[in-house]
Each structure stands twice: as C-alpha cells, then as structure tokens.
C-alpha cells in the first residue's frame, strides 16, 4: 500500500478519523492505542455474543466511550492515561505494560548519545517546474482537490492559500519551486485498536470515521514558491524561461548555479510583471526580514532551508493510514467497507483546473461589466466556430444525483459501490433562449437549466452565444456560478461514491470552461479618445472573451519573398501558381523576379517548378543556350531522372556545368541580368546567367558578349540559414518561345535518398560578388585548408569602389586557425575614412590589413567578450563621387556566446570614424549604405568575429567583410 499523505494542521490528533479524499478530519479517536485494558476490551468484543451494532456482527459487544468505562480507563474505573510519547507515539501511564528500565552496564544507565541536530539524517527532495494546471501545484504539495473546490480557495485556507488563482491563470509563465525536508518520521504503530461507536449507521460510516486514520506524523519542513510572471514581449517568453529554469534548476541545492541569463526581479520590470509567493513550515526565519523576495533570495533560501530545518523541524504531513490495514479492524466482523479514493485523484484534478477556470472568468466578467458601465471598453458578440457550437452541449444532471436528494440506485454505500444511471435523470425543466428556469424537487433541491439555448432530445442543452449587453452579462455571470455549483456538487458525490470517478460519461454534464469562454461577448478597452468617438480598435487590450488568432498568426512562412517586381506583375497566372504551392513554404522558397513583368502579355506562359518539386529532386547537371545577347533555354537535370527546361533548347548546350554526382555538390549563388536588346525596344530580356556551386565551380552565361545592353538590372541571390539551403529550380514567364521573367527556388537539404556524400559548403556568402583575384584567393583555400569548411565563413562584404587590378587584398584565413581568438582592435584613418585595421589576437599573433600604422591610428580598444554582431556603415563626403567605410561597431556577447536580452545589458564596440575632422565643405553626409549581419547558428557552437577580408587601394579599404569563426 502506498504512503498517504496529508497537509499537517493543528487541530489533528494521533487515532483521529481523516477522509484522505476531502482532507477532513473525522471522530476523534477513531483508533486507540495498544494497551492493556484496550486489548483486554478487544479479546472480550471478539468472544462474548452479547449484544447489536449496526456496525458489527449480530450479538457483539462494542468498544464505546460510555460514562461508566469510558476508553482510556481499567475495568476496575482506574485511570489509565493516554499519553504522547517523545518519539510521536502514545502509551498508557500506570498499566501493566509500562516501559521497563533500559538495559544497564555495571548496574547504571546505559548513557543516550547526543546527537546535534544539524547532522541530524535528513531526506530532502529539491522540485523546480514550470506548471500550467493548478492541479500541479495541488498534487506536488499533498492538497485535496475537493478541498479547495469546497472552499474556494487551494488548500482550504491552510498551507495552500497562499496561491493566488486569479494571478495564476492571468499569468504567462508560472513556476513552482518546491524543497522538501523529512528529518523524521514518527509512526505510531501502537494505535492499532479500531474503536466501534454504537448507534452509527452504516450509510454515516464515511462522514463519521473517513476512510483513513492519522498513524504517525513527518518532521521537517516544506517550502512551497509560486514565481508568476505576466510577459509584455510574448516573444520573449521563451528565453525568460530558460533563463529561470536555469538559475532555479536542481543544482541550487549543492551549490551555484551559473545560468546563461541572470533573472532578477528588478531587471525583470521592464519585461515581465513578476510576483513571488512563498509559503515555508519548519526552519524558522529563512531570509533577512528586511529583504525583499526576489529571484536571488529565493535561490538562497531555497539552498540553505535543509540546514535550517535541521535545527528548527516542525511537523508537516499527518500519515494515514486505512482501517482495513488494522488487525482489529476485521476481528470485530465490522460490515463495512471503507470508501477507496485512490483512483479519484485525477478526476477531481480536473474538477480543481475547471472551477479555478470559471472562478477566474466570473470576475472577469465583473471586471467587463465595471468597464462598460464607465465607458471604457466596447462589446461585441462572440463568433463561435461550428465545432464550438458542437461541443457547447450538456447534459442534465439526473435528479438521483443531485446533493440533498436521496440516490437508493445511486450505489451501494455499504460497500462503496456505483452503478452508473445513465440517462435515467428525472428532470421537469424547461429551457428557452431568454430565461433561466428551475426546478424544485421534493427535497427541496433546485435544478439549474441554462438559459442559452435550445432544450434538444434526452434532455441536452445546447449553449448559444451570450448577447453582446448588459443583460446578456448578467446572465453569463448566473451560468458561470451554475458550473461552479454543478463542480462542488460533483466533489460531493465523488466523496459518497468514489467509482463515479471511473464513469467516463461524466464530463457530458459539465460545460468545459474554455467552450463557455469562447460563448462570451468580446470586451475590449477602450482609450479615452476612443470612447469619445465611439470607435471600436480590434487591437485594444482584451478584457473578455476569446478572438481566435488570425490567419497571420499561425499560417506558415511566406513561400516567396514579395519584390517591388512581382507586385506590379499585372498576371494573375503566377499568383494563382503561387498560391497552389504556398503549402511548401516550411521546406522551399521563392525569390525574384527579373526581366519583363511590368507588361506580360497574357498569352504568356508560366512556369513553376515548384509545383512538383519534392525531396527527390536533387540537381545533377546544369545547362544553359545562349546567343550574342540573350539567354535563349536552359535546363536542369535531376538525380531521380526527371528533367525540367526552360525557352529554347535546341541543339548542344553553350554551357554545361555537371556536380559532383556522390551528392557533396549543391548550387548555392545565383546572379540574374536583365535588359533591353536597344533604345528602341521595350521589352526586358534575360541577358545573362551565372550559377556557381558549393567548390567554386561557375558558369557565365553572357559574360562574353561585348555588345551594349541598355538599361540593366542584375539580381544576386545566395542561401546561407542556419539551415542550408540550395538551388532547385526556376520559376516565371516565357512568350515566343523565349524567357522574359525568371526567379529562383531554394529548399532545404534534405534529400531523398540521401546522398552518399556530405554536402560540402563554401567558405564565402557572396562569391560572385567578389574580384576575380579574391576569388582565386578562396578557391586556393578551399584546396590547401579543407579543414576549414563548416568551421569560417566569410560574410557579406561592403564595397564602396569597383574591383580593378591594382587593388590588394587581404584575408584573415591565410593565416589563423580556431585557436586564434581576438584579443584587441585597432582602427588607421584618414579624415572620416577608415584605411587600416589591425588585430591582435591571445596567441600574441598580429595581422594588420590596409595602411595601418601607428601614426595613423586614431582608436584602439580591448576585446573581453566574443562579437557577434557586426555593423558597417559607409559615407561619402559632399565633394567626392565615391564613398568610404566610415564606422564599424560590433556587440558583444558573454562567454557562452548568448546576447542579452535587456537593452541596458548589451555592450558595443563601435569605430564612429574618429580620425581627423573634416574641412570646411567637406563634412561627411549622412551614412550612404549599412549592412548589419549576426553570427551564423549553424553547427554546433556559437560563431564569433575571428578576422577580416577584403580590399584596399592607395587612399582607403575599398571592400571590407567579416570573417567568422565557430566555437
């Protein structure tokens, strides 16, 4: 049998009567200790025949509490006094199985060893959860379920009424933080004796005795934290409980927990509304008086109350156990089985969540009614989906079930039994859709009919939406309070007849509260402008009811990323296509477009080939038709066979570029041209392709016609996410045979089958968009340091000057490895033009890259922490037709690599172009262009700002990018 457990309380008593399922207490000495005259009393029950009891057997004779022998004294009237012992146990004074003299040794006293209460042996249980049911907390702390139903109030005004439902359930994150401590457990084994009372009826047997006794009591203490906290940026709720999990996670009992964000509730104000309550029995004082609960203290305290509770135990849990473990309990031939609550305990879990649910909501609609009577909130009817509609039906409660009614075919109270009804209620209510009807029976008990909806057959109601006024709020309020009452009726039942715990038809009684929820008007608060006016904002602050989320809400990403381009696409053709694969969105994405799409004929053809991609789809060969000026075709080949071309493919192919056929190859950049054929043409045209691969393997289509090409555009597209994606296919317009508009699809890597070998990426984002000479630079890399792939990656450079050939170059990957980690910064300028970086690095190493000296350095600065984030802005003074890199800043993380989510905590670097001020009329204007890029959070690891790239001429750095490193 499993331990029983109950919430300790003054008012208990050793062999008192205790109903495990209410948490009240019963007869007082229910069970009597084992003494002498007590067995003597029961060995004279179990033979004489004299006698009646309702309670026992047909001629036996009872253990009473009479005013000639009442318990407690001999046969002869001797006093014989119960008394309690050190250890919690009892024992009779002057009987004759007093305890004798302890052993002795040389004719003393064996001497008691001392023991100092803080090396005392101590269980201790350290729980830290995030809950969202109050039944959590009522289950962790031992609490009755129909308790606090009963009262309204978790634990019934004793050791649980420190939780605040009403700030629980209003709350975006609730966290229970629980220490136990049992220092000793004293069992009072000697109370043994079950005590028949006579004139008891067998039906009065579970409100008399319960179905338990109190044997023993837990000493120790208990400390019980409710952390609620009301998010205002509900994306940050997420990372507000990882920081709190961490801080308050088990190893706080055996020390420090360092957490990746440190939680304090003063930090806190300007993110969450944060509310701590503490509840502690045993260890005296836990905390300095004058200091305020926060998340620290309650961390400390949390660690030191095993110590505490060491030198100031107390009692905290009464143990019970059931009449049916005593020996004399079946020697008296009792008729009765006690009731069995074991299986009641989630049921009546339920119960608690669902009343604490409508007490919640029936002072919300106080609070609506309060609002709109003073003018600040508006209301409007509720909109139901149809399933809502479904699932608003409840049964009537059957008559027999009801408290105050008598229920002979209720069960069998004798045996604790149920037999379950079903549909044989006997209620004479009647229903309409404005009134609330009742019933009174013959005991006198009402039966409440909602006043909602319809009557339907066998005595269904179906609820309707409430009225969006006064009247209709009322009524809410009266339905509200009718489900509280039909919940405390069902724990009263539940208490007679535990099996009805087990009826799974149950539950077609009650209205869940979140139905009922979604039937109630709409209050929204109202500003004061807005009340004046009478405007209704469907963003105001909710008071009332529920508003499902729109479609923005929860449907999945955008498939593809609008252009400026596509939205003046003035063909439906392609829209509708992008509405057809929009499903995809999780796994594919669209970009683009380029060419015409301003004019497309609508005799013009669409294609998509995401309308049959899938993961089978994997790119093996690539090729292209070309001539003089314009891309005629192209195609793509895939692993699964399948082709899928474009325009005109006619004859061999102008280009071909095959991949690496194991799988390790993938297409990652992408560049698009567009133009016009000449002046006197108005249609764009593809005028040049390049695709380039995961090795740096590249085809240029176009790039050899030396014609002119009027008005071009050309569009450059990579993938680089933290998951990895790769080219799939195309998408856009043909007319005549020709490609006039074309975009790209991307999806993630993952291919079926999977490829036999691993996909190797690039060092670099944006390879095309570097020099030739930079390009020849990667490329040697990628053969001699192979290691380095998934390790650095080069980022999105900024270029203020085209690439010539007398420019130099720099990269920091020629020479570091992952040991090198930033030590300090130092930044060479010419008036507002940044010319030189130099990096020290731990290992004592420098790297210096443009004209950096010491002369013209203008700012140095120590790095502590890993960049993350880097931001480049370029500027250009009013008499110069080119720009420069003007500033650089870059913020910092901690040493584990995460940024702080407070504003306040974050710490920058930053260059602000500090060098020598400018002349008169040649001020810097404001920044042209910034690129602001984060650490890529692919791989394991966190990345880090490890170096630079780029170029430099004779006056300044020309290109300039980050090179980052993982781990």
Known sequence: MAQMLAPYNNSMRLGQGFNSYTQQICLDKAVLPDTSDNRKRLKELVVLSSGTSSLVGAGTPRITSSSSNPPGTSAAGTSTDIVAKDDGTSQAQGSAHDPKPGPTQGGEPKRKIEVHPWVKPQIVTYSSKFVDKLSDVTDAMNISGSLSIKTATIGGKANGSYVDSDKFKSSDINFHLQVKVT?????????????????????????????????????????????????????????????????????????????????????????????????????????????????????????????LVAVTPQRTYAILTKYTALASFHEQNVKVTPLDYENAGIYTGSLLDAYMDYKALWKLITQATHE????????????????????????????????????????????????????????????????????????????????????????????????????????????????????????????KHPKMASDTTRDQYFLPPLIFKQLLPVVRSLTTENARLGIKDPNAALILGYVSPSREDYRLPTVHVLSQELRKCNNTKLSESIERVKYKAEDYRMEGVVGEFERVNTSATVFNDLETLDSTYRPKKFSVWERENQVLGGRIEYANGEKREYGVCQGSATRNLELA???????????????????????????????????????????????????????????????????????GFSFENAIITLGVIWGKDGFVPVPAGEVVMPMCKNYLELSDKMQQGIQSLSNTRSSFFRKFLMGNPVTTAPASEGKSIFNALNDIDLNWKIQSLAFASKGRKLIGIKVTYSNQEELKHGYYTQETET??????????????????????????????????SDANGVVPEWLLDLCALRYLGDGEAPKEGQQATDPQAQTVESAPKFGSGFWSVRGFYGEYDDTQLTQLGIVWGRG
């Open 859 to 892: 700012w140095r600065c120590e790095v502590k922490f890993p960049l993350v984030i880097a931001k480049i802005t370029t500027g250009k003074a009013l008499d110069s037709a080119a720009s420069h890199i003007e500033t650089l800043e870059f913020i910092q």
């Open 183 to 307: 220092n000793q457990i004293h069992d009072a084994q000697n109370y043994n004796i079950f005590n028949v009372v006579p004139n008891i009826d067998a039906t009065s047997f579970p409100e008399v005795y319960g179905d338990t006794f109190i044997s023993g009591w837990e000493e120790g203490g208990e400390l019980n934290a409710i952390i609620s906290m009301k998010v205002q940026d509900k994306s940050k709720i997420f990372s507000i409980k990882a920081g709190l999990e961490a801080q308050l996670s088990t190893p706080s009992i055996a020390g420090d927990v360092k957490a990746n964000v440190e939680i304090d509730k003063n930090n806190l104000n300007s993110e969450a509304e944060t509310t701590i309550t503490v509840n502690w029995s045993g260890g005296g004082s836990i905390k300095d008086p004058g200091e305020d609960w926060t998340i620290s203290s309650l961390k400390a305290a949390a660690a030191a109350f095993p110590e």
């Open 372 to 495: 709109l009577e003073a003018g600040r909130a508006s209301i409007e009817i509720a909109r139901p989906t149809e399933e809502i509609y479904t699932l608003a039906r409840v049964k009537a409660i059957p008559q027999n079930q009801l408290v105050g009614n008598k229920a002979p075919d209720a069960g069998d109270p004798k045996t604790g039994t149920w037999s379950n009804p079903g549909n044989s209620n006997s209620s004479n209510s009647n229903s309409d859709s404005s009134n609330t009807n009742t019933d009174t029976s013959s005991s006198g008990t009402v039966q409440l009919v909602p006043a909602t909806g319809a009557k339907l057959a066998d005595d269904i109601t179906q609820f309707t939406v409430f009225s969006p006024s006064f009247p209709g709020l009322i009524l809410a309020r009266k339905i509200c309070r009718f489900e509280m009452s039909k919940i405390v009726n069902e724990v009263d039942l539940v208490a």
């Open 661 to 731: 056929p194991d799988g390790s190859e993938v297409i990652v950049e992408v560049t698009i041209k567009s133009g016009r054929k000449s002046p006197d043409s108005s249609a764009q045209m593809i005028v040049g392709l390049t695709v380039m691969t995961s090795k740096y393997s590249v085809i240029h289509a176009g790039k050899d016609y030396k014609g002119e090409v009027k008005d071009t555009k050309t569009f450059r597209w990579s993938k680089h996410d933290e998951s990895q994606w790769s080219f799939r296919g195309f998408f």
